[in-house]
């Protein structure tokens, strides 16, 4: 227990700036709306924690929403054009502060103080993730970190073993070659780039965005765009091979769990968040183990790597909403219930309120005792998260995506694409 507490302790956050929405409190209508991006995994659980709220709140009913991550802020954006966002929301890390500048997110605090949000069990490292400019506009629904999806089978009849305290992105390629030539299956390229190139970035002692997010943190640091650089060549070496999966077919978005290349066997490996974990062990139906990203082999390991311990995802109100009282009542329900934990159990994360963890770790077993254990290792290895992403931070991001797959296609060098895609990024964030 002491070592799943250490991983709270990680989440100051730097103070923010806040501008945050408002509205007059219940309507008396007994409706709410909640809206969440999620897997099969997730929408099973939320809609058995959604039926548990409403058992325990006889009249009331909640309607739900749910898609996946791409579309879901496509969906906000869409809802907020139209002033109609749901009462309740769930919330990224890199989108909480353009919400909250927006006026779209509303302070929690008051709702804690007449006793609908119960915050006793909350330390405020947990509760840090949730707020922007000192104001808390969120919570924190758990805590996980980056990381490999691995298929143990495949790894097991390659005669592959992974150290994941001491890996580089040469052994991973070294790996990568063995898993293929015995057999058959192939690597999964890095398609969720900005996760992956941040880990490196970070490993030199830089955040991926500058302060003041106008440019890009790594513009001028030439040891960590070698290591980018490096990480395309490992996979262009791989695709020559016949060892990469096919770029363009793993750059296709919302794509659901189920169908990913690891669930249906034609990769050994994944590029994503420890909280996934679950989602994708239950999509493969077979063992899959979480393991740390390789370092950068430009200089080899050390520590403290690029990792870091992020809320996997929060849960807020908004300031469409006009049944706020009501809306405070099932976000105190989602987070700090007993009940409703022990239905989501570390799917969205480590829970933060102390009571939670308590209550839910006797229970936890296979993927879900594999993440907690995952969190602790990584938790001494992890340096501080960087502030949220910057307004233009998924622009920035968009633009530079094209290039890395152009890259690992073999249409441009890996220079090029460095080069291309620091430009790109920076003429996005510079506006």
Do not use: C
């Not at 490999?148 to 991973?172: H, K, M």
């Not at 152009?406 to 249409?411: D, H, K, V």
């Amino acid at each position: 227990m002491k070592k799943i507490v250490l991983l709270l302790a990680v989440l100051a956050l730097p103070a923010l700036i806040f501008a945050g929405g408002n509205r007059q409190s219940d309507s008396g209508s007994t409706t709410l709306r909640f809206a969440w991006w999620g897997n099969p995994t997730r929408d099973t659980q939320t809609l058995e924690i959604v039926r548990m709220f409403e058992a325990a709140n006889p009249g009331v009913k909640i309607e739900t929403e749910t898609t996946g991550f791409a579309d879901y802020w496509n969906v906000l954006a869409a809802q907020i054009a139209a002033g109609n966002l749901p009462d309740v929301i769930q919330m990224d890390y890199a989108y909480i502060e353009q919400y909250a500048h927006r006026s779209l997110l509303v302070n929690l605090q008051p709702f804690a103080n007449r006793g609908l949000i119960d915050l006793s069990n909350w330390s405020e490292g947990g509760l840090s993730g949730g707020r922007v400019g000192g104001t808390l506009v969120a919570l924190n629904m758990g805590v996980n970190a980056w990381g490999l999806e691995a298929d143990v089978g495949v790894l097991s009849r390659a005669g592959v073993t992974i150290n994941d305290s001491s890996w580089t992105w040469a052994d991973f390629e070294a790996a990568a070659l063995q898993i293929f030539q015995r057999t058959g299956v192939q690597t999964m390229p890095v398609n969720e780039h900005y996760q992956v190139m941040e880990n490196i970035v970070r490993y030199f002692g830089v955040p991926f965005y500058a302060a003041g997010g106008k440019s890009l943190g790594f513009t001028n640091n030439q040891q960590a765009i070698a290591a980018i650089r490096e990480m395309i060549e490992v996979q262009r070496r791989l695709r020559a091979a016949g060892a990469l999966y096919d770029p363009e077919d793993a750059y296709i978005p919302g794509v659901a769990m189920p169908e990913t290349p690891l669930a249906l066997g034609k990769t050994w490996n994944n590029w994503n968040w420890s909280n996934q974990h679950k989602g994708y062990s239950d999509a493969a139906a077979r063992p899959l183990s979480f393991i740390m990203s390789p370092a950068p082999n430009t200089t080899g390991v050390k520590a403290p790597y690029g990792t870091y311990i992020k809320p996997s995802m929060l849960i807020a109100m908004t300031s469409h909403s006009t049944k706020q009282d009501l809306a405070a009542k099932f976000i105190d329900f989602f987070v700090n219930n007993i009940d409703s934990a022990k239905v989501r159990n570390v799917e969205r994360g480590v829970p933060v309120p102390t009571h939670v963890l308590t209550a839910i770790s006797p229970g936890l077993s296979g993927p879900d005792r594999e993440v907690v254990n995952y969190l602790n290792k990584v938790t001494p290895l992890s340096s501080p998260i960087d502030p949220p992403d910057p307004i233009t931070a998924g622009e920035a991001r968009d633009t530079m995506k094209p290039i890395l797959l152009n890259a690992l296609m073999g249409r441009i060098t890996s220079d090029a694409a460095v080069t291309q895609m620091i430009q790109a990024a920076n003429a996005v964030l510079g506006r």
